[in-house]
Nanobody, 128 residues
Framework: QLRLEESGGGSVQSGESLRLSCAAS??????????MGWFRQTPGKEREGVAN??????RFADSVKGRFTISQDKIKRIMYLQMNSLTAEDTAIYYC?????????????????????WGHGTQVTVSS
């Protein structure tokens, strides 16, 4: 079983920063066989991919490119999302997710339906 738990959400002002963490607990899985991503969702909208890390290679949605970074400590099994220059448009529930590496091919890495494991989410609220 692969379990994911997010933390680090909160309320900030526009222009400020937050760092989200995603802790993975695994039983019977090799965490290195998975690519991981961050997604976000606001009421009435579909869940959208924000950032992805696959065997050390990182990719970002255009909406966050240059402002967000994703990193991973495989020893501690923690993935991070550093969010800088936040705006009100970044307000959402943020989820971390994992999927076997083959599911992270181009065109699929930001598709929520390709991810098998999800955390429960953490709220990020940015006030303008």
């Amino acid at each position: 079983q692969l379990r994911l738990e997010e933390s680090g959400g909160g309320s900030v002002q526009s222009g400020e920063s937050l760092r989200l963490s995603c802790a993975a607990s695994v039983s019977g899985y090799n965490i290195n066989d998975y690519c991981m991503g961050w997604f976000r969702q606001t009421p009435g909208k579909e869940r959208e991919g924000v950032a992805n890390i696959d065997r050390g290679v990182t990719r970002f949605a255009d909406s966050v490119k240059g402002r967000f970074t994703i990193s991973q400590d495989k020893i501690k099994r923690i993935m991070y999302l550093q969010m800088n220059s936040l705006t009100a448009e970044d307000t959402a529930i943020y989820y971390c997710a994992a999927t076997p590496v083959p599911n992270c091919s181009s065109g699929a890495r930001f598709a929520p339906t390709n991810y098998n494991f999800w955390g429960h989410g953490t709220q990020v609220t940015v006030s303008s």
